[in-house]
């Protein structure tokens, strides 16, 4: 029981990790892009 619940707790972390990882690196691609597109 113990181990399932921390298994949950783990998983969930990792979920909100990789979505705030995954968001963090589509705003640095789309920065990256503005700034090539607008200052050549």
Request: proline fraction near 2%.
């Amino acid at each position: 029981m113990v181990a399932l619940v921390s298994d949950t707790i783990g998983d969930k972390m990792y979920k909100k990790i990789a979505h705030w990882y995954y968001a963090l690196k589509i705003r640095y691609v789309r920065d990256l892009n503005f700034k090539y597109l607008f200052n050549p």
